[in-house]
């Protein structure tokens, strides 16, 4: 069956620049960026994101909602729901609680003066790096530092290796151009962004051998 792991995992690039967690942040143009979730090319759910002004900086929403079924009957369930907070150049909090098919996890991260304090259910209470981000994936610059996976807490250490350029198509069939990045260690993925730097897709197979597919939605 399907672990949550693979779908909010993250890495820990081999080069770590800490400006790359200060910069100024990229948002998508209407505040909101959504994703249709495939199994095997069928549709099991969706993963979408809110960013909102806040004062000085902004407030990321992340609510993700998936449901495999056998016939009419749900076999599996997951939850995810996550509130990110950013100054106008940093990343300062994140909040998270997920329903992993009824087994419930938190994860809270707050950003101290020379580390990100991680406190999860899961992993307990820790020190990450400074330049430390959350695994939601919209952030392009989170494959440059250390970043925590914000279902368990864990400080996952994999390789990130550019794949080049492509294409991917959105949920309605519109292709978008992308640059690909391969994500090796604890977890397997690819992930992509257009040219806006703006996450555009994500793929890998699960433990079960299933092929997830994230299409953006237009």
């Not at 809110?50 to 992340?62: H, K, L, M, N, Y």
């Not at 909602?65 to 009957?73: C, N, S, V």
């Not at 440059?144 to 550019?162: H, I, K, M, R, Y």
């Not at 806006?196 to 299933?210: I, K, M, R, V």
Request: aromatic residues 10%.
């Amino acid at each position: 069956m399907l672990d949550r792991r693979h779908f909010l995992g993250g890495a820990c690039a081999s080069l770590c620049l800490p400006d790359m967690a200060s910069a100024n942040i990229r948002t998508p143009p209407n505040g909101r960026l959504g994703f249709s979730v495939f199994r095997e090319g069928r549709e099991i759910g969706v993963h979408q994101l809110t960013f909102e002004r806040a004062g000085d900086g902004w407030t990321i929403e992340v609510m993700i909602d998936f449901a495999i079924r056998l016939g009419p009957i749900p076999v599996f369930r997951y939850e995810h729901r996550a509130i990110e907070r950013w100054s106008e150049t940093s990343f300062q909090s994140v909040d998270a609680q997920t329903n992993n098919d009824g087994k419930r996890l938190t994860v809270r991260a707050q950003r101290l003066a020379k580390a990100v304090s991680v406190d999860s259910s899961n992993q307990g209470k820790y020190d990450a790096p400074a330049m430390a981000l959350p695994s939601t994936h919209w952030n392009r610059r989170m494959l440059d530092v250390p970043f925590f996976n914000t279902q368990t807490g864990e400080l996952l250490s994999s390789a990130v290796t550019p794949k080049g350029d492509g294409f991917v198509e959105t949920a309605s069939g519109r292709k978008i151009n992308v640059r690909r990045f391969e994500i090796v260690g604890n977890l397997k993925l690819e992930t992509c962004y257009d040219d806006q730097q703006t996450w555009a897709g994500l793929q890998f197979n699960a433990e079960d051998g299933s092929q997830i597919v994230y299409k953006r939605q237009d």
